[in-house]
């Protein structure tokens, strides 16, 4: 099984923290869309031998293309590749442009899971992180789009400055009762030449406080597990059967190719991205060349990838993977590494469900938060 990632790198305007790439000029979307056609077909030798389980449109904001445009490259996936009779393919999508009849028509399409945007339903955090929608818009979304789809998640933002404990408490409690199945939620982080790195730096919004954002997130775990949610990704809960299908690939190492300018690929032994900037991108697509850049990944950088992506998760670092696919020297090597985090409390053995797997290396509740600077150090270097 594997994936496929389309990236729609435009948006109506930048939120304050992010850094990924984007336009907020829609010039260019035309040409955009038929070089996302294009590179499907250019990449399909890729994928020849394996069968698509989820497509995922991601950005950037997906839902600024109209249902036509959509069907134009599903078609496109559908044409050139071989694809699963019941896909997950995912649109993420902000409230302001799920209005009117939009949800219903999306509902016709073959897409059948929505990653909706909200970040907060209050109208201060919206404003604060320069979001295009309110928080009225995101109440009516959700009401309209648990009507007509069953697999819907959201992404809420927490560790936000003086944001109270019973302020977060209130955003988890709103995303409950519109009955939600599955949520994304991220800390607030500052991003490098990001509008709100520059806002810090001159005083202009409150630095960011880890304290906080670590009582929000125990708030999280604590509030969706009552609320019957998993918590099978740091950063991701979700119902039973609920679970992001193209997440889960990426966390388990699955294949996956990534369409459209900045689009990152996997392939096991290789990781390439194609170049952040639409007009190159567009230009390097027309004369039939991918502009990407490849990196092949030794047996080191695939072994340190295994260990941050599987502490992540509730599946844990198998063992006995780690000794089958990379040897004896690592696996003592992470016995020897994570001697200490036992001790501590943040890590700890236990028996796999897989009994190919015997036993796992996973964080402990106390562990969580911390993870990827305990991945970080369990990591195999020169």
Known sequence: ???????????????????????????????????????????????????????????????????????????????????????????????????????????????????????????DDLKSMNRAHSSKEAKKCLLEATRYFDNITIDLIYGIPNMSIEKWNENLQIAFGFGINHISSYALTVEPKTALDAFIETGKYPPLDEALALQHFNHLVKATKAQGFIHYEISNFGKSNYFSKHNTSYWQGKHYIGIGPSAHSFNKTQRSWNVANNAQYIKAIKNNSLPNTIENLSIQDQYNEYVMTGLRTIWGVSLNKIKTDFGDSYLQYLKKASEKFIKEGVLLYDKSNDEASLFILKTTEKGKFLVDGIASELFFLD
């Not at 907020?24 to 994928?47: G, H, I, N």
């Not at 950005?59 to 559908?78: F, Q």
Request: hydrophobic residues 35%; negative net charge.
């Open 1 to 123: 099984m594997a994936g496929i990632y389309i990236h729609i790198p435009f948006c109506k305007q930048a939120c304050f923290y992010c850094d990924f790439h984007f336009s907020t000029s829609l010039k260019k979307k035309d040409d955009l869309v038929l070089a996302l056609v294009k590179e499907l077909v250019l990449r399909k030798e890729e994928l020849k031998n394996q069968t698509i389980n989820t497509i995922y449109f991601g950005g950037g904001t997906p839902s600024l293309l109209t249902n036509k445009e959509l069907d134009v490259i599903l078609d496109a996936v559908y044409k050139n590749y071989t694809v699963t009779t019941n896909p997950e393919i995912t649109l993420e999508a902000n409230p302001d442009d799920l209005s009117g009849g939009r949800v219903a028509d999306l509902s016709k399409s073959p897409i059948n899971r929505l990653s909706i945007g909200i970040q907060s339903f209050f109208e």
